[in-house]
């Protein structure tokens, strides 16, 4: 009865239309104080009962960078940056696919044709990729990447383009460092990455949305926003390429769907997790805190994806430039000096939005092995109720 009342005043208050499934997402024997009129809770298919905890195993890789749940087929896939991870919802390892030299960071799944996508980085090659799992296809540990025919990539040439921008006109691009004026909208790569309806839409086709990384640097001004390239996927089998890491590939679209700015103050790599969340229409992005004075520098932002984009000012930059600018949900936290609106919560390792106000949010650390040094990662389930300074509360069992 808490759970659900808390829930249900919570998204009021967050001006968030609660949608019927709420209820459904509510304890058993919820009443239905608060709910919409029209509501009937008994109609609708309870939700899946769902673990509270999964456990994703030790691997010797990086760190855990992003989840993703396919509730219906009881699967869970784990991006550990150099290693895709295929388990069931209690953390059976069903396979693993191995070998990646560069940077897997946030992935999702498309339900569309089921298979996974991640962002894939090769900054010493200036070469950025879309990776494409066929995770049906992962059945044991130690799948190879280049060799055993379950992965895809995309190449992106607009990320090359900003990653690579000599911004100071000396000739002379520096490189994979912070330390420069290089790089536009101060662009690292590209880590957080999410299906879902175009920006101001609740429909129509789901997009793939990628977000920049954006190097922290407080003594410049062109890289406050959040970047984020929009792609229909629909046509990219004819890009799909395996990829060869010793002598990458170039092929992908020329063109990105669209180009958005999301004005957060800067943040240490940009959007670590990118999600749009259906039962709230938020785009969420888990970011690592911004080191920058005369910002709130918040650890996660939500994008108002009722939303239209809006064409006005990318602020700061050294030549007056126009895009297509995202709006961040009028909800949270409030920094009154810059109008910011954001949130404190992790899940800059990895976030997914079960669709039902419902989510699982990833953890991860640094664990001794034997001898070994392994990251272990988990997630955690949650429930959306809006509240700040973190808008989710952790489901216990
Ligand atoms: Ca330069
Ligand atoms: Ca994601
Ligand atoms: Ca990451």
Redesign the pocket.
Known sequence: MRGKFRTARAAVVAGIAVPALLLTAAPAGAATAGAPAGAAPAAKPRPPQLPTHIHGGAWPTSHVQGVTVDTERGLVYWSFTQMLVKTDLDGNVIGTVEGLTGHLGDIDLNHRDGRVYGSLEYKAEEAFYIAVFDVDEIDRVGMNAETDGVMTAVHLDEVVEDFTA?????????GDTAD???HRYGCSGIDGVSFGPGFGRRGGPQKLMVAYGVYSHTGRADNDHQVILEYDVRNWRRYERPLSQADPHRSGPKRHGGKYFAYTGNTTYGVQNLQYDPYTRNWIMAVYKGKKEGFPNYSFFTVDGTKKPVRGEIRGQAEPEEGRLLTLRDAGLNDPETGLRGWEFHGNYGFDALGDGRYYVAEGRAVDDGGTRKQEGEVYLYRWTGETPAPFARVDD
């Open positions: 000599d911004m100071n006109g000396d000739g002379v691009f520096d420069t004026p290089d």
